[in-house]
């Protein structure tokens, strides 16, 4: 087990609607990462999370947006959810060299 | 041209074949490498980081070409436990944002 822990594990949201995903961080790492990975697909940078900073952003519209706490564990926040948002979301926890990176199990978001 | 290609597969190979992937990556500045390893469902595994020598972890063996801007990963003696989707992950010189290839899948049979 990799210590980083995700919740919900799956998830269930109508259009429109807002959700909060949460990630925690394994011991003595202080850089969360968050990921969406569609069917098929490899995970596609979001934004990066470090000391409560965010330290970089792919290419994910504003209505995308992050925490991080002081110990480390972080949120995702998408506000009106398209039906393209179902996805699989994981969150990594790192060093912000990114030597190596663990990965959550995953928060499964359904938007119908 | 995406940041990072591999060809989805799927790779089907029977038990004991040797089998490579390989991944290329478009942006000459990138400085690290990594193989990741993900099971139908579940979240991404770090398989083992490529070293511009080329590295080896049992049966698994990883090289970097930075001339053609490639790196690959080598499977012998496959086993059906082998059977899953390998990312293949690049980082950018002075950047900590890591970009990930869309997989490719390996599918190992009796």
């Known amino acids: 087990e990799t210590g980083v822990t995700q919740s919900p594990t799956h998830l269930i949201k109508t259009r429109g609607q807002q959700v909060t995903l949460r990630c925690s961080s394994q011991s003595g790492h202080n850089t969360v990462s968050w990921y969406q990975q569609a069917l098929g697909q490899g995970p596609q940078f979001i934004f990066q999370y470090y000391r409560e900073e965010e330290n970089g952003r792919g290419n994910f519209p504003p209505r995308f947006s992050g925490l991080q706490f002081p110990n480390y564990s972080s949120e995702l926040n998408v506000n009106a959810l398209e039906l393209d948002d179902s996805a699989l979301y994981l969150c990594a926890s790192s060093f912000v060299d990114y030597t190596e990176a663990f990965f959550g199990q995953g928060t499964r978001l359904t938007v119908v | 041209r995406k940041e990072v290609e591999q060809d989805p597969g799927p790779f089907n190979v029977p038990e004991g074949a040797t089998v490579a992937f390989n991944c290329t990556y478009s942006?000459?500045?990138?400085?690290?490498f990594f193989w990741y390893r993900q099971d139908c469902r579940k979240e991404p595994k770090l398989l083992m980081s490529v070293y511009s020598s080329g590295n080896e972890d049992g049966r698994f063996t990883a090289q970097l070409n930075r001339a053609s801007q490639y790196i690959s990963l080598l499977i012998r003696d496959s086993k059906l436990s082998d059977s899953a989707t390998y990312l293949c992950?690049?980082?950018?010189?002075?950047?900590?944002?890591?970009?990930f290839g869309r997989g490719t899948s390996l599918i190992v049979h009796p």
């Open positions: 942006n000459s500045a990138s400085q690290s």
């Open positions: 992950v690049v980082n950018m010189e002075g950047s900590y944002i890591p970009t």
